[in-house]
């Protein structure tokens, strides 16, 4: 799950400042592909690590581990995931209007403040 969120969101944040789906896409696995990447040899290392206990109970589950975190930052994550973004294009950064209308608008980097600056209004002094 950690490497989603760092792949997808500097992917979002890049989308969200320039508009383009598929330069988001390479933006986003450029950057935050090399966090995903020492993330998972960092985690298969210590699991591959365990390979090496005496006790036979450890071994095969320190096996799984760290062919999971390989199979899931590599082959999920870093292949998968941006290829089905590519597919989708814009569409897979658009909520349903539904949802749209369900969901509350938080702008926590602050896009909305910068873009509707000229619309905020300064506080009438009653008195």
Do not use: C
């Not at 006790?55 to 589950?61: A, E, G, K």
């Not at 989708?88 to 600056?117: C, M, Q, T």
């Amino acid at each position: 799950m950690d490497y989603e969120v760092f792949l997808v969101s500097a992917m979002r944040e890049h989308y969200a400042r320039h508009g383009n789906a598929q330069e988001a896409i390479r933006a986003g696995s450029r950057n935050a592909g090399r966090v995903v990447v020492a993330a998972a040899v960092i985690m298969i290392t210590v699991f591959a690590s365990f390979l090496f206990s005496h006790d036979p109970n450890v071994m095969p589950i320190a096996l799984a581990l760290a062919f999971g975190v390989l199979v899931d930052a590599f082959l999920v994550r870093l292949t998968l995931v941006p290829a089905v973004l590519k597919l989708l294009g814009d569409r897979a950064w658009r909520l349903p209007r539904w949802l749209d209308r369900v969901v509350p608008k938080v702008d926590i980097e602050g896009h909305d403040v910068s873009e509707n600056r000229s619309t905020v209004r300064e506080p009438e002094l009653v008195g």
